[in-house]
C-alpha cells in the first residue's frame, strides 16, 4: 500500500482587535498592529477588526460607533465596537487585542467562545493618569476593561523588559510566566535615510541649518512641554522642529501653544507642523535632523526611536520605560536620567533639571557633528541587526501554537 502523504495541519486562525489599523493610524500602536498583522499573514489565516472607515483589504473589517450611542462617553461607545468586534469573531482558534479599547472585545471572544486570548500591551491605563483629562469618568471604566481583561488573559505580550516589570507591578494578580517579552520592530528597508529636502522646504524648514526634531502626539506622556521648556536653552544655532500628533485635550494643546508662542518670542527658528506626516516626509525630517529628541515621560518602547535610528540620526532621549532596551547610550545616542513620582504620572521630581539636563545632551551632540554622525551610523546598523518585524511576528505566532499546543 502506498502510504498518504503528510497532511499540512489547518494554519491556526486568529483574530487582531485594534482600534487603529493602516490607513487611520495615530501613533505606535497603530504602526505595530499594520506592521504585526502584515508578517502574520504568512503564518496564520489573519483576520482584523478595527475601529473607523471601511477598508479594502482582505480580511479587514471595520466597525463605526453605533449611533444608539452618539453622544455618550467616549468610552461607552468604544464598548459598544468591542460587543460588535466580539460577534464577528466566532470561529477563531485566538483572539489576540491591542490597547484597552480593544481588550474588552478579546475577553468577551474569549468568554464566548471558549478560545485563548492574547494581549499586546503598548501601555498601562493606571500609568497614564492624565488621560482622566480627555476621558472624565470614562478613564476609571477604561482602566476596569484592561484590569479585567489582564489579569483573565491566556497570555500577555509585553513590548519591552520595561514594560513587563511594569505589568508585574501594577497588576501583581497576573502571572509572570504568561507574559512574554516581544519587542516592536522596524521595517529598515521602509525606514531609511532620505536626502532629499522636498518635505523641509514644503514646511519653511532650512536644510543648510541644523535641526533639533521632535515627532510624537501632543500629550503628557510624550513630554513636550518638558522640550519646549529645554528649548530656552538650545544652541541658538539649531532648529527645533515639532511635527506635532493629535492634542489629547484642548487644555494640553493650550498649554503647548502658550509655550510655542513664548519661545517663538526669545530666539528663531521654530517650526511647528501639527497632523501625522506621511511616510515620505516624515522620513525626509528624520533624515536631516542632527538630533531626533524623544523627552517621554512614559514609553514602553517607542518605535518613533527606531524610525530615526533606522535614518541614521542620533538619538537624545529619556532614560525611562523600554527606551533603554532600544537606544544604546554612548553608542547610538545618549539617555537622559529622570526621577520621577511614583504616583504613576511620570513628572520629573525636579522639572528644571530634566529640562537643562535634556538641553544639555542635546547641545553636546550639536557641538560634536562627527560623534552624532557615527551615533547615527550604528543606531541604522542596531535597528537592522536587533529589530525587526519577521521576528516579532514569529515569536508571537509561538505564543499562538503555545496555547492552543499545536
Not at 76 to 105: F, P
Not at 263 to 278: P, S
Not at 371 to 376: E, K, L, S, T
Request: negative net charge.
Amino acid at each position: 500500500m502506498n502510504s498518504a502523504a503528510p497532511r499540512t495541519p489547518p494554519a491556526i486562525r486568529a483574530d487582531l482587535l485594534t482600534r487603529e489599523y493602516p490607513p487611520e493610524i495615530y501613533g505606535g500602536a497603530g504602526v505595530h498592529v499594520g506592521e504585526l498583522a502584515r508578517e502574520l499573514r504568512a503564518l496564520v489565516d489573519l483576520r482584523v477588526h478595527c475601529f473607523g472607515e471601511p477598508r479594502t483589504a482582505p480580511g479587514v473589517t471595520a466597525y463605526r460607533e453605533p449611533a444608539p450611542l452618539a453622544g455618550a462617553n467616549p468610552a461607552l461607545r468604544t464598548l459598544g465596537v468591542n460587543v460588535e468586534m466580539a460577534a464577528r469573531c466566532e470561529g477563531t482558534d485566538v483572539v489576540h487585542s491591542h490597547t484597552w479599547y480593544a481588550n474588552a472585545a478579546g475577553r468577551l471572544a474569549q468568554v464566548l467562545y471558549g478560545v485563548p486570548h492574547v494581549m499586546t500591551m503598548h501601555s498601562l491605563e493606571p500609568l497614564r493618569p492624565w488621560k482622566a483629562e480627555q476621558l472624565g469618568g470614562g478613564y476609571a471604566l477604561s482602566s476596569l476593561v484592561e484590569r479585567t481583561a489582564i489579569e483573565a488573559a491566556d497570555a500577555v505580550v509585553a513590548v519591552s523588559r520595561g514594560m513587563r516589570d511594569d505589568i508585574l507591578r501594577v497588576y501583581p494578580d497576573v502571572d509572570p510566566d504568561r507574559v512574554h517579552v516581544v519587542h516592536n520592530g522596524i521595517d529598515t528597508t521602509v525606514q531609511r535615510p532620505d536626502h532629499r529636502v522636498a518635505a523641509l522646504e514644503r514646511h519653511g524648514v532650512d536644510a543648510t541649518r541644523p535641526i533639533v526634531l521632535f515627532v510624537g502626539r501632543v500629550t503628557r506622556q510624550k513630554g513636550l512641554p518638558q522640550l519646549l521648556r529645554a528649548a530656552f536653552e538650545l544652541d541658538p544655532a539649531a532648529q527645533l522642529v515639532l511635527c506635532c500628533g493629535q492634542p489629547d485635550t484642548p487644555e494640553i494643546a493650550a498649554e503647548t501653544a502658550a509655550l510655542v508662542d513664548e519661545l517663538g518670542r526669545v530666539r528663531g527658528g521654530v517650526v511647528r507642523i501639527d497632523g501625522m506626516l506621511d511616510q515620505e516626509s516624515l522620513r525626509q525630517f528624520l533624515t536631516h535632523a542632527a538630533v531626533f529628541v524623544c523627552p517621554s515621560l512614559y514609553e514602553p518602547m517607542g518605535i518613533v526611536n527606531l524610525e530615526a535610528m533606522a535614518c541614521g540620526t542620533a538619538v537624545v532621549a529619556t532614560a525611562t520605560g523600554g527606551i533603554p532596551e532600544v537606544v544604546a547610550d554612548g553608542e547610538t545616542g545618549l539617555l537622559v536620567p529622570i526621577e520621577q513620582e511614583r504616583d504613576g504620572s511620570g513628572t520629573p521630581l525636579d522639572e528644571k533639571r530634566f529640562a537643562s539636563d535634556l538641553a544639555a545632551a542635546v547641545n553636546h551632540l550639536l557641538a560634536d557633528p562627527a560623534r552624532a554622525a557615527a551615533m547615527g551610523a550604528a543606531g541604522r546598523t542596531r535597528a537592522e541587526e536587533r529589530f525587526s518585524w519577521q521576528e516579532a511576528a514569529r515569536r508571537v505566532h509561538a505564543v499562538y501554537q503555545g496555547l492552543l499546543g499545536t
